[in-house]
């Protein structure tokens, strides 16, 4: 039987295709170095650049005072609240 091939990287909150990470599996991503694995910014590999985008944003109108916590959008909150 033929191996499964590997399925590319999705976004954590969009499920958009990652660019910049490798389709590989295991021993293929073992090959490569850390910084060819995801991109080398906050939440590479997990987010979207545009999600990565707007959750910079929320994180910056929070720590300003422009929004409460309260007012996060909920399925971001949790990657605002990981940022210091
Ligand atoms: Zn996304």
Known sequence: MKSKKPSHAKC???H???NAVPKRGTAGMRKLAKTEKRPERVFGGVLCGSCTRL????HTRLKSGAI???DL???R???VNALK
């Open 73 to 75: 959008d909920l399925r």
């Open 12 to 14: 954590a909150l969009c």
């Open 16 to 18: 958009a295709k990652l």
């Open 77 to 79: 909150a949790a990657y």
């Open 55 to 58: 959750v910079l944003k929320e």
């Open 68 to 70: 409460a916590k309260e």
